[in-house]
């Protein structure tokens, strides 16, 4: 294990997450920082836990209280304020993150623990029993997938899959995609300019949507599924002229272009897929297993659902990555480590991650919840089946540790529009898309170097 850092980061350090911070559009970092417990380890600690609402819910915390006798105090996640607290060395004892992209960001400037030394004595986070999508929660100085672990995810999707209606496909005349086997990206791209509605100019349903969760990691995602990396061998630069991540860009470009389903330049009106496939304007969602469990709670929708594997492109690998694993992390300067970890096993191993993965809304990360997946009525046996064999073929796709997506998401923002309104040339925004991404990266190389 590396020495830890101590109570306040250096001003490089410094630097890094407030650049990270304000490429967010995060306002000035204030000094101030919430107060969090010091009190000895064991019964009546307090625990600080920075998530978004929803993640913790209150009848949990009240029955951590009761069973581990420990106070969860939960403070609302926010990048600026958790920077700030960071910096001030006065950081929530967990942190939520997504381990797609956050974890290599944070671990390689310094202020995540180390968890080897947790799971190795823990009888409840048993490391055979870590689905591989834990690996997103690993860095090893140079590589996300390998070396320590620094988080765990509490559920996940393979979020390259996507969901169909088949009322649309049966209106369209369109065969449903196999269960087992890949359609192409170019098959995808045919199916929803078929399945489209247009009336009066304007888009009453939507072919399909494919946006992933960020643009910058569907591009890195499709980048892989073509049989190539978006970054360098360090991570500290793109290059969106190679031919596979041209091949990502061109695909995606023609999505927006074509208008078959929701993009910067035709939003959806809802913001996400889940309300707009709920009112059957919607042919297909790419959003992983987790969309079921909102798809679940309607019956009538439920029975015309169904799940089909990642799109492949056509001579590339089979590649089913996931683009979230949201889970949470440790601060180095966090005050209450043993108690903070006491809560880290109760929320992954406990009775929340069984309420989870009962509830249909992600795949449990622990290999020994999987029973626990619904499975009672058809079309969630239906869906469990395609889920199931899509697992053989997750692999990690590494991230930059550089900066954060939501940076590269507004870079590309700006640029990218004139390509999908047909002003500029694939190869032009692919340069301009360099250009904008490899200047942020040098800076971050630089602040964490």
């Known amino acids: 294990m590396r020495p830890h850092a101590g109570a306040s980061l250096s001003r490089r350090r410094f630097l890094s997450l407030s650049a990270a911070g304000a490429a967010t559009g995060a ?46 105090v939960l403070v609302k996640y926010d ?30 400037r310094d202020v995540a623990e180390e968890l080897d030394p947790y799971f190795a004595r823990s009888s409840v986070l048993k490391l055979d029993d ?3 999508v834990n690996d997103l929660w690993r860095y090893d100085g140079r590589t996300q997938g390998k ?164 799109p492949a492109f056509a001579g590339g690998e089979r590649i089913s990555a ?8 440790m601060p180095r300067g966090a005050k209450n480590k043993d108690a903070a970890w006491r809560v880290f ?5 406990e009775e929340p991650a069984k309420a989870r993965a009962s509830g249909g809304w992600g795949i449990p990360t622990l290999k020994s919840m999987r029973s626990l997946m619904p499975a009672q009525e058809d079309y969630q046996k239906r869906a469990l089946k395609v889920q199931e064999n899509e697992l053989k073929h997750f692999s990690v796709v590494s991230f930059t540790p550089y900066t954060r997506a939501d940076a590269l998401d507004a870079l590309f923002n700006q640029v990218a529009p004139a390509a999908m309104n047909g002003q500029i040339s694939v190869d032009t925004l692919a340069g301009r898309l360099n250009s904008a991404i490899n200047e942020q990266l040098k800076r971050g190389k630089e602040q964490v170097g």
């Open 130 to 132: 870590l689905d591989p």
């Open 322 to 329: 996931c683009q979230g694993g949201t889970g949470l992390w």
């Open 147 to 310: 070396g320590p672990r620094y988080g765990m995810a509490k559920d996940f999707s393979q979020d390259s899959m996507y969901w169909y209606n088949t009322s649309s496909f049966d209106k369209g005349g369109v065969d449903y995609p196999s269960e087992t086997e890949p359609v192409t990206y170019e098959e995808w791209m045919d199916t929803a300019k078929r399945l489209v509605q247009r009336k009066s100019g304007q888009t009453t349903v939507f072919g399909g949507s494919y946006q992933g969760l960020t643009r910058s990691t569907l591009l890195t995602t499709m980048t892989a599924s073509a049989g190539g990396s978006l970054f360098n061998d360090d991570f500290s630069r793109v290059d969106f002229t190679t031919p596979e991540a041209r091949k990502a860009l061109t695909w995606y470009i023609d999505y927006c272009k074509t208008k078959v389903g929701p993009s910067l330049i035709q939003p959806d009106p809802n913001g996400w897929d889940g309300p707009t496939y709920q009112a059957g304007r919607l042919a297909m969602s790419n959003s992983g297993y987790w969309l079921g469990g909102m798809i679940g709670t309607d019956k009538k929708l439920a029975e015309v659902s169904r799940l089909a594997p990642a």
């Open 27 to 72: 306002a000035a970092l204030s000094g101030c920082a919430m107060q969090v417990s010091s009190g000895v380890s064991g019964s009546g600690e307090t625990v600080t836990v920075m998530v978004n609402s929803g993640d913790i819910l209150p009848e949990q915390i009240q029955q951590a209280k009761k069973d581990l006798g420990i106070k969860i």
């Open 345 to 349: 096993e109760w929320f992954f191993g």
């Open 79 to 108: 990048i600026t304020k958790l920077i700030a607290m960071l910096t001030s060395g006065n950081p929530p004892d967990l942190v939520r993150g997504v381990g797609a992209v956050d974890s290599p960001f944070f671990a390689a």
